[in-house]
């Protein structure tokens, strides 16, 4: 799996996004855009892997696939927690690929759960950098 060194300080930058990625999935989500929220959820909760990441481990993933973050988040000292949240990470990379390079459109239910995963995903990472 392939790494990038990223400076500490630096996880606020990925974490700003995090949060501008699911602000524009909770207004896609108000406006029926179902499409548009299941993708801004999903990178909303990859920009906060990265965030978690480089504060804790000061590297991002840096290879071709999204799920290579899994195994990176695994190597964080979190205890039982990390399975539950590397599984709202996982719901939501497998969902990516449907819903922006395929025919098949997001549907309500679709973009609700997404919503939901990403904002769990995203407070969890809020909580574990501003305890440090």
């Not at 896609?28 to 548009?36: D, I, L, R």
């Not at 990516?96 to 395929?102: C, G, H």
Request: proline fraction near 1%; include cysteine; charged fraction near 30%.
């Amino acid at each position: 799996m392939k790494t990038r060194p990223v400076s500490k300080y630096l996880y606020m930058n990925y974490l700003k996004k995090a949060g501008e990625f699911f602000e524009s999935a909770k207004d896609a989500h108000s406006k029926g855009n179902w499409n548009s929220c299941v993708t801004n959820s999903v990178h909303a909760a990859i920009s906060s892997s990265d965030s978690v990441l480089v504060f804790f481990k000061g590297v991002r993933s840096a290879g071709e696939k999204h799920e290579d973050v899994i195994s990176l988040l695994r190597t964080l000292d979190f205890g039982e927690e990390i399975s539950k949240k590397i599984w709202q990470l996982q719901r939501l990379l497998q969902i990516k690929n449907a819903a922006e390079y395929e025919e098949k459109m997001m549907s309500q239910q679709d973009a609700g759960s997404a919503l939901r995963d990403a904002e769990r995903f995203l407070d969890w990472v809020k909580e574990k950098v501003a305890a440090k």
